[in-house]
């Protein structure tokens, strides 16, 4: 069967584009912007990735045109698709019908901490022989591939709420069908699609609907919103985690206060320790829900626990870059207050007094509307020098979080000019936190590289 993927350089629908290959499709695909590591990595399954989108890039005798969410009406390549009635579905709904649907499949659903979980997840299920498949929309580390097909029926998914694609405007997750299902956090986001939260919570009501009796909820007793959720109607058995000694079946007692050391505990029992190079709070929440879905699924929490101890993280989540004479550039993909709050949060506990400057990209559509705008300042507080990049077109002025700031946040409208300003200022034991959901025009090694130059 050929298919071909409209949108293929995304990681969704290129970890996807991926799996179809190890199921035996002929596979290629198109996208406005083809450069790697997406393009050399679907090189490598023998997949040709076509620059821009037009109907000539799809093979007259394709059998099923994967639609990705990135496609509109109104675009030329779509409009000649539906006028030539060709065969067509969505990235989700495929996935479904060709993965997932003869699988156990654990589904990781949140605001934040998606990809980290989903990752925790795959790792202590790999580190317990149980070769899972899974679909991340990340690298972690300790496999060095978003997706792969696996050896077992176990399939872990990074559960989005985003929509499905022009023609389903349903959240992808609802059609991953959870047997598994853990619920991290859920607050305000997407706002280019999501009028409200309310419509957010409809949307997670869906997929509790389709969570089946036998199986299981793991959720964060901490937060309301989730709790508005299953109030709406739960039909499965639901399992409680909680990291700041709310009570809950799965907590913590922490026992180092960067989070890199924490005993976990099951309805006041002690299972055993955490060791790891991760930090903050947030990350022991991940973990905890990661434990908790590997029991179901099978792993004695003991193991998940040596797992964890093992996990290298993921790219782009408080990965650090390079160190030039003693200076620190970290790339987070932090894009929401909350995760910038709690990115902060765990690097201050790590590094204590030493200077932390956060550098921030307002990328993400929600961000680019000015939506969170009143929240960031708040969010920026726990860092010494704050650094904002004010790309064009921005929907709003940045100085209406810097003003707040005080003296110490500046707004840049240039890399190279933001590049400048921080190796002048760098010093040792100082701290570069680069924050975006997107590349930030490569400033991480533009930084590291003019720092080993300032440094001769």
């Not at 910038?340 to 961000?367: C, Y």
Request: net charge negative; aromatic share 8%; hydrophobic share 40%.
């Amino acid at each position: 069967m050929k298919i071909h993927v409209l949108g293929i350089c995304g990681t969704f629908m290129g970890g996807m584009a991926t799996l179809a290959r190890a199921v035996g499709y002929q596979v290629s695909g198109s996208d406005e912007n083809v450069y790697p590591p997406m393009s050399t990595l679907l090189e490598s399954q023998g997949i040709v990735a076509e620059q821009g989108f037009s109907i000539e890039h799809i093979p007259d005798d394709v059998d099923q045109v994967i639609v990705g969410n990135v496609m509109t009406r109104g675009k030329p390549v779509i409009e000649d698709m539906l006028n030539r009635s060709m065969p067509y579905t969505s990235g989700p709904q495929w996935l479904y019908e060709n993965v997932l649907k003869e699988r156990w499949v654990i589904a990781v659903a949140g605001t934040h901490g998606k990809t980290t979980t989903a990752s925790m997840l795959a790792w202590i299920l790999e580190y317990a022989n149980m070769s899972p498949g899974f679909l991340i929309g990340g690298v972690p580390e300790n496999f060095g591939v978003s997706a792969r097909l696996g050896d077992t029926p176990f399939f872990v998914v990074e559960a989005d709420e985003y929509d499905t694609a022009f023609f389903d405007k349903r959240s992808k997750f609802v059609h991953y069908h959870p047997r598994t299902l853990v619920l991290n956090n859920l607050e305000y986001d997407h706002a280019d699609i999501f009028p409200d939260l309310e419509a957010i919570k409809t949307q997670f009501h869906h997929l509790m609907r389709m969570v089946p009796g036998q199986g299981l909820v793991v959720s964060n007793a901490e937060e309301e919103n989730l709790k508005a959720v299953l109030d709406k109607g739960c039909w499965t058995p639901v399992e409680h985690f909680a990291s700041s000694g709310k009570e809950a079946e799965w907590s913590v007692n922490i026992l180092e206060e960067s989070g890199q050391r924490f005993e976990v505990l099951h309805k006041g029992e002690s299972l055993g320790v955490v060791v790891w190079p991760l930090m903050g709070q947030h990350n022991i929440s991940n973990a905890l829900a990661s434990i908790a879905a590997a029991r179901h699924v099978g792993v004695p929490p003991q193991q998940a626990i040596e797992a964890l101890a093992e996990f290298k993280g993921v790219k782009r989540r408080m990965q650090l870059r390079g160190e030039v004479a003693n200076v620190s550039v970290y790339d987070d993909f932090a894009h929401h207050p909350t995760a910038i709050a709690t990115t902060l949060s765990g690097l201050r506990k790590h590094v204590g007094g030493q200077k932390i400057t956060a550098i921030l990209e307002p990328r993400s559509n929600t961000m680019r509307m000015g939506v969170h705008a009143a929240k960031l300042a708040g969010s920026l507080a726990l860092a010494d020098e704050v650094v904002m990049y004010q790309p064009e077109g921005l929907d709003w002025d940045l100085s209406s979080v810097t003003d707040s700031l005080g003296d110490k946040a500046k707004v840049f409208s240039s890399v190279d000019a933001i590049v400048a300003h921080l190796v002048q200022g760098a010093r040792a034991g100082d701290q570069l936190l680069v924050m975006s959901n997107g590349g930030f025009a490569g400033i991480h090694d533009k930084l590291l590289q003019a720092l080993e130059v300032h440094a001769q």
